[in-house]
C-alpha cells in the first residue's frame, strides 16, 4: 500500500502542472477553458512521437510546449476575435484537437517502453551523483525502504515543480500578470485604463495550456505511453485539484493558492490511490470517483460556511438578548430606587 501511495504522490506531483495551469485560466481569467481535455494530449502526443523517432526527450517537451501554447492561443483568438462564448470555444478547439492529436501520433496509442525519457535520463544523473544511494539508505534508516527503488522521479518533478510554482507567482505580480488578473476580476474596469483585455486573455490561456501540455509530455513519459483518449475529463481533475487545495489550504495570496494548487493536486491522487483499494470499487470507476470527490469539494465547503454563518447570528442574537436583559434590570432598578425616594 505504502508503494502506492508513494506512486500517488509522483504523479500529484506531475498532475500539479497542469492544475496550475487550469488555475491560470479558471480563477485568474474566469475563463472555463475545456481546451485542457485536447491540448493535455497534445503535449503528450508530441512528445511521444518526438522521442520514438529520435529525438532528445527534453527538446521533445520542449516542443509540446509550444504547441499547447499555441493551441490556448487558437481558443483565446476564437473567444476574443471570432466572439464565440468562451465555453463553446475551448469545445471546439478540443473536438479539433481530438483529429490532430490522431494525425500526429498516426495511430490511438504511442508506446515509449524501451525509449529514453526525461525520467531514464534524471535516473541516471542521480546515480553517477550518488543521490540515489543516499536516499535508499535514509529511507531504510527510518523504515521506508521498501517504499521504492528510485526516488529520481520524485525529487525531480518536487524541484520543477517548485520552479515553476515560483515563476507563476513573479509572473502574477509583474504588470503584466496585474493585468491579466484585473482582466479576470473586471474587464471594464481594465479597458478604462487602455489596456488590450484580448491580448491579454489570449496570452493567460497560452500559457495555461502550455503548462497542461508540459503535465501532458511528462505524463506519458512517466507511463511509457500516449493515448489518444488519456484527456478525457483533464478539466475535471484539474478544477478538483485546485477546489480541494482552495478548501484545504486558503486562498490569501497568491503565493498561498498555487502552493493550495499544488497541494490539492497531491491529495487528489491519494484520495483516488485510497478509493481504488476498496473492495468494490474497480479501475473503470475513477471518472465516477472523481466526479464524487468534486462534488464533495464543493458542497462541504457551503455546508461549512453556512454553520458558521448559523453559529455566527445566533451568537449575536444571544448578544441582543443579554443587552435588553440588562436594560430592563436596568429600567426596574431605576424604578425601584426612584419609587423608594418618593416614600422618604
Not at 500529484?12 to 481546451?35: C, E, K, N, Q
Not at 475529463?233 to 478548501?247: C, F, N, Y
Not at 491519494?270 to 464524487?292: C, P, W
Not at 445566533?314 to 418618593?342: F, I, N, P, T, V
Request: glycine content about 10%; aromatic content about 6%; some cysteine.
Amino acid at each position: 500500500m505504502m508503494s502506492a501511495l508513494f506512486g500517488a504522490v509522483e504523479s500529484g506531483v506531475i498532475y500539479a502542472i497542469m492544475a496550475l495551469g487550469v488555475y491560470l485560466s479558471f480563477r485568474i481569467l474566469d475563463f472555463p477553458d475545456l481546451t485542457v481535455d485536447g491540448s493535455f494530449v497534445t503535449g503528450a502526443a508530441i512528445a511521444a512521437i518526438l522521442i520514438v523517432n529520435g529525438t532528445n526527450p527534453f527538446f521533445a517537451t520542449l516542443i509540446a510546449i509550444g504547441a499547447g501554447f499555441l493551441a490556448g492561443c487558437v481558443t483565446g483568438l476564437l473567444h476574443t476575435k471570432g466572439k464565440i462564448n468562451p465555453l463553446l470555444a475551448g469545445i471546439l478547439m478540443m473536438i479539433a484537437l481530438y483529429s490532430i492529436n490522431l494525425r500526429i501520433m498516426g495511430r490511438s496509442n504511442v508506446p515509449l517502453l524501451n525509449e529514453e525519457s526525461i525520467f531514464t535520463k534524471v535516473e541516471e544523473v542521480f546515480s553517477t551523483l550518488g543521490i540515489e544511494s543516499l536516499m535508499n539508505s535514509i529511507a531504510s534508516a527510518i523504515g521506508l525502504g521498501s517504499i521504492t527503488s528510485t526516488w529520481s522521479i520524485l525529487i525531480s518533478m518536487i524541484l520543477l515543480t517548485t520552479i515553476i510554482k515560483v515563476l507563476t507567482d513573479f509572473f502574477l505580480r509583474t504588470q503584466v500578470g496585474l493585468a491579466l488578473r484585473a482582466t479576470g476580476d473586471n474587464k471594464r474596469m481594465i479597458r478604462s485604463f487602455s489596456a488590450n483585455t484580448d491580448q491579454l486573455t489570449i496570452l493567460g490561456l497560452g500559457i495555461s495550456n502550455a503548462l497542461v501540455a508540459l503535465s501532458g509530455a511528462l505524463i506519458a513519459q512517466y507511463s511509457s505511453f500516449a493515448d489518444v483518449g488519456m484527456g478525457i475529463g483533464m478539466i475535471i481533475i484539474g478544477l478538483a485539484s485546485v477546489i480541494i487545495g482552495e478548501a484545504i489550504f486558503g486562498t490569501k495570496t497568491i503565493a498561498v493558492t498555487t502552493f493550495a494548487v499544488i497541494g490539492g493536486a497531491v491529495v487528489y491522487r491519494l484520495v483516488v490511490s485510497l478509493a481504488l483499494r476498496v473492495d468494490f470499487l474497480e479501475t473503470g470507476d475513477m471518472k465516477l470517483i472523481t466526479a464524487i470527490i468534486v462534488i464533495g469539494a464543493l458542497i462541504f465547503p457551503q455546508l461549512i460556511d453556512g454553520q458558521k454563518e448559523r453559529n455566527r447570528k445566533k451568537r449575536k442574537r444571544l448578544q441582543q438578548e443579554m443587552k435588553l436583559k440588562e436594560l430592563q434590570d436596568g429600567g426596574k432598578d431605576y424604578a425601584s430606587s426612584k419609587s423608594d425616594s418618593q416614600s422618604v
